[in-house]
C-alpha cells in the first residue's frame, strides 16, 4: 500500500477537490422542479401568454411547499404546484376553486407544473389560513395527540 508520500502532488490536489464537492458532504442537488425564482424569463413569459385553466385543490402541504392540483377539464393526470406559484393571501387547502397557467418540467418537459395560481373560490366548511399567520406543528411530524 502506498504512503501519502508516494502519491503525486497533482492526484492529492484531485482527492482533496473530490471530498470537498458538496455531494461528498451530503449537500442535496437543487431540485428540478422550477420556482418562480428559478425559472428563466422565457418560461415565465409562455406561461403568462398561455390559456389560463380552472381547477380544484386535491391536496396541498404548507410545511413541504407543494401540492397537487386537479384541472376541471377531465384530464386524469393531476398537476403539481410549488408554494412559490401561489398568488394571493389565503394558503389553499383541498377542495378550493383555482385558475392557474402551465409550464413543463424540465428535464424531460413530460408533465406540467401549475403556475400564476389564484384561488377563485374558498371552499364553504374548511378553516382557512392566511400567509402571514403562523404555521401549525405538522401532526405527523410530533405523532397523534
Not at 482533496?16 to 422565457?42: C, E, Y
Not at 377539464?73 to 398537476?79: H, P, T, V
Not at 424540465?106 to 374548511?126: D, F, R, W
Amino acid at each position: 500500500m502506498s504512503s501519502p508520500q508516494d502519491i503525486p502532488e497533482t492526484q492529492a490536489r484531485n482527492n482533496a477537490q473530490i471530498s470537498n464537492s458538496p455531494s461528498a458532504h451530503g449537500f442535496l442537488l437543487p431540485s428540478p422542479v422550477p420556482t418562480r425564482r428559478t425559472r428563466t424569463k422565457s418560461m415565465s413569459e409562455r406561461a403568462a401568454e398561455g390559456p389560463t385553466y380552472k381547477g380544484t385543490v386535491k391536496m396541498f402541504c404548507r410545511q413541504r411547499g407543494h401540492g397537487f392540483l386537479h384541472p376541471d377539464d377531465g384530464e386524469k393526470a393531476d398537476i403539481f404546484v410549488h408554494i412559490s406559484d401561489i398568488e394571493g393571501e389565503w394558503v389553499p387547502k383541498e377542495g378550493d376553486q383555482v385558475t392557474y397557467k402551465t409550464v413543463h418540467i424540465p428535464p424531460k418537459m413530460e408533465k406540467l407544473q401549475a403556475v400564476h395560481v389564484q384561488i377563485t373560490h374558498l371552499k364553504p366548511g374548511v378553516k382557512h389560513e392566511r400567509w402571514d399567520s403562523p404555521t401549525p406543528a405538522s401532526p405527523e411530524k410530533y405523532g397523534s395527540q
